[in-house]
């Protein structure tokens, strides 16, 4: 029985939130969203709640952040997250929206574009093909004051620059953290971790 009651466990928590009805039930809740800290040493990550049903378009905009101890069980957790504090980035109106942890909310900054190209995860732009791996984002050049990032989810390239005070943040500034899901019984305490960014659920 108890195998039983895990297994059902482990499905509920793989499928999309949008068939979790709201993450109720007598299992647990599922909460959901893009990691901006990571504390090893603490056993914390802080995320901030993806609000959109919808799976091809996040929207990262739940204040205040939600902190979570993560699972005891070293199983129940999966790949370390990655935090960012980039939650979105627009190249239409040439906008990115940043978490500032400084006044703990949400930040837009215009940017002046210096080249922006849509391209696949395996460009050369973007991928080193002698090391057969994807490129470091973001770069921070402080001389020629630029930033370079890739979003993987957009398929965009972007090179731009920014007033001089925002090139004295974190380079995690720019960088989106990974997605994450967590189920959990009691309030900021996870009972199994994914890491929905560098989980592959169909790999064999």
Not at 50 to 79: C, F, H, R, T, W
Not at 171 to 184: K, L, Q
Request: aromatic share 10%.
């Amino acid at each position: 029985m108890a195998k039983k009651y895990a297994v059902l466990i482990t499905m509920l928590f793989i499928l999309p939130l949008s068939l979790m009805l709201a993450g109720c039930g007598e299992y647990g809740r599922v909460d959901q969203g893009r990691a901006i800290a990571y504390d090893k040493a603490a056993k914390t990550v802080t995320i901030i709640r993806d609000k959109s049903i919808d799976p091809k378009k996040p929207d990262y905009s739940v204040l205040p952040p939600m902190k979570y101890q993560i699972p005891d069980n070293p199983a129940e957790m999966g790949p370390e997250p990655k935090p960012g504090k980039r939650m979105k980035l627009d190249t239409v109106k040439k906008q990115i929206v940043i978490f500032n942890p400084a006044t703990n909310n949400f930040e837009t900054i215009t940017y002046t574009p210096i080249e922006q190209k849509h391209v696949e995860s395996k460009d050369p732009l973007v991928y080193d093909v002698a090391a057969d791996k994807s490129k470091v984002f973001p770069v921070v050049d402080q001389q020629k004051k630029t930033i370079t990032i890739y979003s993987r989810r957009l398929k965009e390239y972007v090179k731009f620059s920014v007033p001089d005070q925002y090139f004295s943040m974190p380079a995690d500034t720019w960088d989106n953290g990974d997605e994450v899901r967590i189920y959990f019984k009691q309030e900021g305490k996870s009972l199994r971790f994914m890491n929905i960014t560098k989980t592959d659920i169909f790999k064999k």
